[in-house]
Structures are given as structure tokens and as C-alpha cells.
């Protein structure tokens, strides 16, 4: 077994998988993370006993221990940071931190969610409250919900640089284009601008389709320590670089409505990994809002600060595009069970890989993608993490 003494390992993702995902009427979120934590633990090739880490987030009363006790895990390293959407971003840079420093071996981060289910049944209401204690009192008696502070944000954008409804209304067309070569994804059908634009108004200026779906789902990411990956049974992905930012919590203390923590914690991730957004073959966003694709692409330094709207354009942004940005059809059109930033990682990995099938991205040599940026958001641009990943 390799020792836990040594010091600044390289760590690399050995392990990746969906549990069922989509409309899943049957199992518990506890069952969706137990099917997803098998799944990546039989991908990785390595034995249950090789964990000594875990993550978990957003479940349970004591997560991550309630989860890690369902599995019948013992781990000896714990993060249970919760910091919404970037949350599994953020975890995944503490985990490698603490693998290159010894203080555990194998790390497993792991979700799972029956929040369309949870409705269907009607065990909760589509309602999402943050509470109205502490700061958000002050926001909270005017009615000013999560997608309505992503709908001001976007509002903000359009004021400033000119950018269009049809320009978000393009980030939908792609994302669902990406899903519709994806069989797990949740919807296929194309849709086109005019189909966004006309949709259901939401929050001005989101309409339906300007909104992530609603689904069931869980996945898991096994990260392990250099020495481990003679012993695994797939190509390895390494962690070249992470970073992670908070911005606020009340919309009064956010300086620039138009500029996201990515811009921090994308620098810090392509700063530590010795590379720049150019060098990217793809990139895997949050996508809770069409806005949040296109501030993101520009706080990652894809694009100058308020040129994301014609850089999304002309389909730039699909799977066969300059840039493919979430190639599985993202939280879109392809799931959203809640917190979906260790979904951006498994996408990632499967496209490192060359193991996305149908929807996989090719370079010109005819090969899979070699470098990656997965960059989550949390709250309302609350907070962010980004990792930097790459292939042998």
C-alpha cells in the first residue's frame, strides 16, 4: 500500500460515474449516492478499502457522516464544505491538497439528489429559500428569490456591454444541441432562439428555457494519490490546478453585478496549473442560467469582459464548436438535481478519457481532448471553484 507520509504527490481523478439519473421515481438520495459511490469505485479498479477520504455535501443532518455511514465508510479524512453549486469544486481542491500532503490517500466525493421526485410526491414545494435570518432579512420581505438576483445580474450585463436575449437565448440552443448526442440526457429535442425567447416569462429577462431543468440524479469522484494509478483500471486525470473565491451573500455587498468569483478562482486554477484559458480543449460550466455560461466564460478569461455575448454566438460554443462548453448538454438539457458542480468533474473526465460516446468531443488529430476546465458557481454567484485537469 502506498504511504501516507510522503509530501506533494500529484494527485489524479482514478474514478468517475453517474447513478441513475433523469426521472427517478424509486430510490432515496442515500441510494443514489451508494449507486453512484459503486459505480466509481468499480471504474477505478481499486478496493473499497483504498478509501480514506470522504466528501459529501447537502444531505443528512451530519454530512458527510450520516452518508459515509450509509456506505460503511470509516474515513480518517473529512470535508463536508458547502458552498452551494461550487461546492464539489471547491472539495476537490481541498481533497487534492490533502492527498499531496499525505494526510490521506484516496478521497471519495459523492451526490446525490431526488429533488424532481421530492416534488412529484410531494414531500417538498419548488420553493427554494435560503431562510430569512442573518444578512438575507434585509432582501428577504421584497421577494427577492435566487433566480431573481441571476435575473437582475443578467440585466446588469445587458445594461452595460449591450449583450441580447437572442445571445443568452443561444447558450440554450447549444446546450441542447450537446444533449441531443447525449442518451443520458434528460431533453433532446432541439429548440431553437425564437422557442427561448417566446417561452413562459420566469424572472426579466430568463424565460423557461433560459432556466436549468429539474431532475433526479447523483454521480461520485474518486481521486487517489500518484501511486495508486499502476493499480487502476482507467487512464488517469490530473489535477493540474484549483482555485476557489467567495463574493458575498446580499446583493448590496457585490461590487460589479457583471463580474463572478470565477474571475479569481479561474485565475488562481490557470495560474497553479502553469496554463491559460487558450490552452483549454473544452470547458465544463455551471449552467443554472444561460447568463451564468456567459459571465463565466469571460471571468475565466475565455473572452474579454463584456464580449460574452458575441462570443457565444454562431455556435462557438457547441460540442463541434472553437470552445465546446458543457459537451454533456449541461444543467440545461442534460440534469440538474441540485447541486451540480461534481457533474461538471465526471463530464470533464469521461471527455479526457475519450469515454463520452456519442457526444464526444474530437480534436483535430482526430483524438480526445487533452486539457479541461471544470468551474462551479454557488448561490448567486456567491462563490466559485475551479480545477484545471489534464491528461497523460
Known sequence: MPSSSRAARKVAIVGISLSDCGRVDGPTPYALHAQAARRALADSGLARESIDGFASAGLGTLAPIEVAEYLGLRPRWVDSTSVGGATWEVMAAHAADAIAAGHADAVLLVYGSTARADIRARRRTAGLSFGGRGPLQFEVPYGHTLIAKYAMAARRHMHEYGTTLEQLASVAVQARANAAANPEAMFRDPITVDEVLDGPLIADPFTKLHCCIRSDGGCAVLLAAEEYVADTATTPVWILGTGEHVSHATMSEWDDFTVSPAAVSGRLAFERAGLTPAD??????????????????????????????????????????????????????????????????????????GEAGGHQVHLPDGGPPRLAVASGTGGWFCSSGTVVLGRD
Open 280 to 353: 483549454m480543449d473544452i470547458a465544463e460550466i455551471y449552467d443554472a442560467f444561460t447568463y451564468m455560461t456567459l459571465v463565466t466564460l469571460e471571468d475565466l478569461g475565455f473572452c474579454a469582459k463584456g464580449e460574452g455575448g458575441p462570443f457565444v454566438e454562431k455556435g462557438r460554443i457547441s460540442r463541434t464548436g472553437e470552445l465546446p462548453v458543457n459537451t454533456d448538454g449541461g444543467g440545461l438539457s442534460a440534469c440538474h438535481p441540485g447541486m451540480r458542480g461534481l457533474f461538471l468533474l465526471v463530464e470533464a473526465v469521461r471527455q479526457l478519457r
